[in-house]
């Protein structure tokens, strides 16, 4: 009794930054940037502008495409490392915004698995009767948490023209292995509780691997600090992720399969029978790492990380909407979902698309 996507939507800002444009502001280059990441492009929001607010966007979309009012929505699950403030999560804003109600929000952390956790904790609550239908969306805005000075952000977003001070030009060149990979955005899917056992949701693995949990992480700005933020902290950069690009990279091809092979056992299916896997969209070389695994065809593993760069648990929903949009999902198509992020969590989710909407 898996739950269906009933519908999906997504939503990136306008502001596109190219490779070319991060190389006016630091140490870099377009073919580096391409080479190593797979990254072209990535968008970033306004000043102002909350993961709350694309993630209003995008769940309007996928409410929309479902043909769901704002009353129907049993349950709204938020995924985001990147909160509009440190506490509350989002949930609550997304719940107003979309005008839901009082019914059940919440926030998960899980960083780039949390869109996957999100969909598993969405679907055993829509199979344990808490509700007919839940939507679950992932939403970031990483624009916050770039090292950039106002004068950098006006040398990518503006025309190109202008010079930034060499300082700010050294600062953000010590962030340049992290910086360039991530973007802004958000994807939403709307789920419905299914009476059939052979489509929708069908299995899921999550793991977490505690130890590594230093290999992405924000040290300052934590209950562990007195204050909890401090200028000290600020002056030190302890408020910017430090990430240990390697050590990410060897667990992201290893894990992922594992995941996406346990979850394929437990279900009973090959896996040679998946149409597609959604991978998280970390780097095209962990993509490409996890084709390799399973020698599978490129085009079952597809890649868009080219558009948007890491959009962190954006990714899983903005993957799968664009599949969708291109007619890449069929009805039977066997789906599976993998993700490995920060924290470290990880996991693999099956899901097979319904014969008929
Ligand atoms: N431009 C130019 N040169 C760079 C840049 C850059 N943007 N970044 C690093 N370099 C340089 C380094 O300084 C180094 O130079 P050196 O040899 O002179 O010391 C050289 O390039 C190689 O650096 P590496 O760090 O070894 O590069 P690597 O090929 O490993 O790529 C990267 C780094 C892109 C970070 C890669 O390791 C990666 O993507 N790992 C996975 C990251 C990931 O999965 N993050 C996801 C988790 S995010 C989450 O959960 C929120």
Known sequence: MGSVIAGTGMYVPDNVVTNHDLARIMDTSDEWITTRTGVKERRFAD????????????????????????SEVDVVVTATMTPDYMAPGIAGLVQEGLGLGHIAAFDLRQQCSGFLYGLDLADS?????????????????????QPWSEASWQAVLGDGGSEIPREDYERNSRYRS?????????GAMVLRKSDNDVEGVLASSLHTDGA??????????GSKSRPYVSSEQIEADTHLPVMDGGGLYRRAVRLMP???RAVATKAG??????????????????????????KMDPQKVPSNIGGYGNTT???????????REAGRVNPGSLICFAAFGAGAHYGALL???PESP
């Open 258 to 260: 594992e995941a996406a």
């Open 178 to 186: 992290w910086s360039v990979i991530f973007g802004d955005g958000a």
């Open 269 to 294: 299916i090959s896996l040679e029978d998946i149409d597609l896997i959604v991978a998280h969209q970390a780097n095209d070389r962990i993509t490409e790492g996890v084709r390799r695994q399973f």
């Open 125 to 145: 609550l829509l199979t344990s009767a808490r509700g007919e239908v839940a939507l679950v969306v992932g939403a970031e805005v990483h624009a916050g948490f």
């Open 47 to 70: 000043r102002g502008v909350g993961a709350s607010d694309l993630a209003i966007e995008a769940s309007h979309r996928a409410l929309d495409a479902a043909g769901v009012g704002p």
């Open 212 to 221: 590594s949990f230093e290999l992405i992480m924000v040290p300052g700005v």
């Open 351 to 353: 899901y097979r698309e």
């Open 313 to 323: 648990a954006g990714t899983l929903p903005i993957l799968f909407h664009e599949l």
